[in-house]
């Protein structure tokens, strides 16, 4: 089965620094989807990145990139020039592409809590 | 386009009340799902449907029933509401073709 696992239960930061969130991942598959959502106070659940496994390519949007290592499982998010809106829970999620059934669900880590401070 | 919308987001219910969490999406998405997220335990899949009239069960189905009459519709039945059940509850859908789920807005339920 597989597993993520986000080993840093909080982070903080300092206003216009940047900050790397680790993320790993259990899985014998080739195909999958990784996500980083994030989950600020509102509590409402906000795509941040996603990245397809078959892409080397390291997936970026905006001040947020991921480093992608698919040899090593590892799939952690980095985030530039951080704002106090960046502030919020961050959650690594893994979806298989392909079987029937599983490629329904999404996988989660437990979270890492950011604090951005001013 | 509004997404998908969960209701209601509070509801406090006492030991052994049911209740209907409603959740529909105006994507035309072929698969929605309910999660639920504890302190220290993530989301946890409940129930799932990839189409119209089929509904399998998640991770943590007990307590919960589901139907999905309509491909917009989705709604989550507590039968006789637990304090275990004390939980935030998210509705998701998304379309075959898309790689992301999308999120409601999360309903925050206490069983007292």
């Known amino acids: 089965a597989q597993t993520v696992t986000q080993s840093q239960p909080e982070m903080s930061v300092q206003e216009a620094e940047t900050v790397t969130l680790s993320c790993t991942y259990d899985?014998?598959?080739?195909?999958?989807?990784l996500f980083w959502y994030k989950q600020p106070p509102s509590r409402q659940m906000i795509l941040v990145i996603r990245?397809?496994?078959?892409k080397q390519q390291n997936a970026t949007e905006n001040r947020f990139s991921v480093n992608f290592q698919k040899a090593a499982k590892s799939f952690s998010l980095k985030i530039s020039d951080s704002q106090l809106g960046d502030a919020a829970m961050y959650f690594c999620?893994?979806?298989?592409?392909?079987?029937?059934?599983?490629?329904?669900?999404?996988?989660w880590g437990l979270g890492t809590s950011l604090a951005v401070n001013p | 386009n509004a997404g998908v919308t969960q209701t209601p987001k509070f509801q406090v219910l006492k030991t052994g009340q049911s209740m209907t969490l409603q959740c529909a999406q105006d994507?035309?998405?072929?698969?929605m799902s309910w999660y639920r997220q504890d302190p220290g335990m993530g989301l946890r899949l409940i129930h799932y449907?990839?189409?119209?009239?089929?509904?399998d069960q998640g991770e943590v189905p007990n307590g919960y029933n589901v139907s999905r009459s309509t491909t917009e519709d989705f709604p989550l039945r507590l039968l006789s509401a637990a304090p275990s059940q004390t939980s935030v509850y998210f509705c998701?859908?998304?379309?075959?073709?898309?790689?992301?789920?999308?999120f409601g807005q999360g309903t925050r339920l206490t069983v007292v």
């Open positions: 998701a859908s998304r379309g075959r073709m898309n790689t992301e789920a999308f």
């Open positions: 994507m035309n998405h072929e698969y």
């Open positions: 449907s990839v189409g119209a009239g089929i509904t």
């Open positions: 899985t014998s598959e080739s195909d999958y989807y």
């Open positions: 990245q397809e496994a078959y």
């Open positions: 999620a893994y979806r298989s592409s392909r079987g029937a059934g599983n490629n329904r669900k999404l996988i």
